[in-house]
């Protein structure tokens, strides 16, 4: 099925609804969309190579995170992850145009805080590096809490060529799991103390999990080929049922974006 959606600028971010969101992640999957998308494509310039390996370059920040690896119930989703890893690097070319992330790193972001430039002025140049953690583990308990105890389920339904990678999308078929993500934003991003650090959101929420970074300028066949093994995969994703179980979120700091470190005194939230 084909979607087309147009979203008006808003004025100020906001978090999409139930219906436009599902739409919007169908859209973004298309075989039309793809092909527009990686006529696009350019290097995102977070991974360098080099004699035949690779080597993160720095990108600082915190953020809140949900791991793949956080539950068990991910382990089937992980492998079928890895899968297309293998697809993507066996048909891509150039090799060394295209970073396959570990799966170590797989995550979906609920909330992103600071990064870069804002995390160097807001935190590191702050002295707040140490204190953070305790900061944003405060914001959680202000959070409300959910009587739901189910995890919340987010069906993957296939790649998306965004910009400088590529990931796997995702919706949801209950509307009170995208709900239970999209309050405990706006709730976290409402937060008057966090706002002092300028943390705000900055796009709205959109299910997914980078694979894939491009990391080398591609010419016209190169960016049609990237479009037609991405169409493909999706026709056989289409047919599959696979699924990020979601349970929690929690603090994650960053050097680069292949790690995602968590300190014992790092704070979670039960979603």
């Known amino acids: 099925m084909n979607y087309k959606l147009t979203i008006a600028e808003p004025e100020s971010i906001s978090d999409l609804s139930f219906d436009t969101y599902n739409k919007r992640q169908f859209y973004e999957t298309s075989i039309e969309r793809n092909r527009e998308r990686a006529l696009n494509a350019k290097p995102a310039g977070n991974f360098y190579y080099n004699d035949n390996s690779w080597s993160p370059l720095e990108y600082e920040g915190f953020a809140v995170v949900s791991m793949l690896s956080e539950n068990v119930e991910n382990e089937?989703?992980?492998?079928?992850?890895?899968?297309?890893?293998?697809?993507?690097?066996?048909?891509?070319?150039?090799?060394?145009?295209?970073?396959?992330?570990?799966?170590?790193?797989?995550?979906?972001?609920?909330?992103?805080?600071?990064?870069?430039?804002?995390?160097?002025?807001?935190?590191?140049?702050?002295?707040?590096?140490?204190?953070?953690?305790?900061?944003?583990?405060?914001?959680?308990?202000?959070?409300?809490?959910?009587?739901?105890?189910?995890?919340?389920?987010?069906?993957?339904?296939?790649?998306?060529?965004?910009?400088?990678?590529?990931?796997?999308?995702?919706?949801?078929?209950?509307?009170?799991?995208?709900?239970?993500?999209?309050?405990?934003?706006?709730?976290?991003?409402?937060?008057?103390?966090?706002?002092?650090?300028?943390?705000?959101?900055?796009?709205?929420?959109?299910?997914?999990?980078?694979?894939?970074?491009?990391?080398?300028?591609?010419?016209k066949n190169q960016k049609d080929h990237l479009a037609v093994v991405i169409n493909e995969l999706n026709e056989t994703l289409s047919d599959e049922e696979n699924y990020f179980t979601i349970s929690n979120t929690g603090l994650r700091r960053y050097h680069h974006l292949a790690e995602f470190i968590k300190q014992d005194n790092y704070p979670a939230h039960s979603l």
């Open 76 to 219: 089937a989703l992980t492998a079928r992850l890895k899968e297309i890893q293998k697809e993507l690097q066996y048909n891509l070319s150039p090799t060394y145009a295209f970073y396959q992330l570990p799966p170590e790193s797989f995550h979906q972001t609920i909330a992103n805080t600071l990064s870069a430039d804002r995390f160097k002025k807001n935190i590191l140049d702050s002295g707040l590096e140490k204190p953070f953690p305790e900061i944003v583990g405060n914001a959680f308990d202000r959070v409300s809490g959910t009587e739901d105890t189910n995890p919340i389920f987010m069906k993957m339904i296939g790649l998306s060529i965004f910009g400088t990678a590529i990931g796997m999308l995702g919706i949801f078929e209950n509307e009170n799991d995208y709900n239970r993500i999209i309050n405990f934003r706006t709730e976290f991003y409402g937060d008057q103390e966090l706002a002092k650090l300028d943390i705000k959101m900055t796009r709205p929420f959109i299910g997914h999990i980078t694979l894939t970074y491009i990391e080398h300028n591609l010419n």
